[in-house]
């Protein structure tokens, strides 16, 4: 256990670290905004740890009269589907948390800005993490999509046309695809004359801030976003393509800040800040990993 010196001490004031820390949070993820939030104010109601998400089969061929199929104007036995869905279940099965403690005796001795960096620090590391987490993870993150491209080589326009093409086979929305690169797979990109129009064409005067952290841009149909925090491939990076219904995400328990003091142990100022999440792929044909650099 690593504690506070008097270089790091300063006074603490939990509603406003936990803002700081929270607006930091905001302010730098990347991924979880890109996700499906439709099922989180279930979870935040309290009371269980999973929501049972319908997997919505109802979307097929209706029966009509008319143009083939059956006479106009004339009636008929109503045929009822009987439909009958999966359950995906989404679960928070994810606690973060960034905390440090300093003694009693350093409290007059305080430097007043840096608990304040301290608290954003604590968000920061906790948006890298959970970014990460949905990067790499081979079940229910980006990392579980179909692979597209070729890893450790520059990405290219046949790829973002191949990976277009098998979201409309798919019928996934227009809206709502997301492209996440690396920073190098960004570059392989800007290469390509007609991406960088179209990523240029994005980008000129400012970038539409409601897109969220990272947003470079679009390319075809897709919003394309830059994070350096994207699992490694064999020698390059993992990539993502897909539609926002692809990943369930849920956070129960937002960013909180903690405090405590406690004499046992020779008396300590200790904080921390925490959140519970989860997340989970509901609709795996909306997703592709795309490999590149």
Known sequence: ???????????????????????????ETVNVPLLDHTWEDQL???????????????????????????TFGTGATITFDAVTEVNVALVVNRWYY??????????????????????RGRGQAIQLQVDADIAADNTNGYDAGTAVGTDNVDVTEDDLFTLQTNLNNQNAPVNGRKLVVSP?????MMK???LRNSLYAGAMGNLDGAKGQGF?????????????????????KKNAAFQ???????????????ANRILSTGGFAEFMTWQTCGFKIVKSAFLYELDGK
């Open 184 to 188: 190098a797979t960004h570059s392989s």
């Open 192 to 194: 390509v004359e007609a």
């Open 44 to 70: 935040r109601a309290g009371g269980t740890d999973t929501v049972n998400i319908p997997g919505f089969s109802q979307n097929s061929a209706p029966n009509n009269r008319g143009a083939g199929a059956g």
């Open 1 to 27: 256990m690593a504690d506070m010196t008097a270089t790091t001490m300063a006074v603490w004031i939990p509603e406003v670290q936990g803002r700081a820390a929270t607006i930091t949070y905001r302010a």
């Open 98 to 119: 960034k905390a440090d403690r300093h003694p009693f005796e350093l409290a007059a001795q305080q430097i007043g800005t840096y608990q304040m960096l301290l608290a």
């Open 216 to 236: 470079v841009g679009k390319a075809l149909t897709f919003d394309v976003y830059m994070s350096n925090n994207l699992e490694a491939g064999t020698a390059g």
């Open 244 to 258: 926002t219904e692809a990943i369930a995400f849920a956070e129960q328990v937002g960013l909180t800040p903690e």
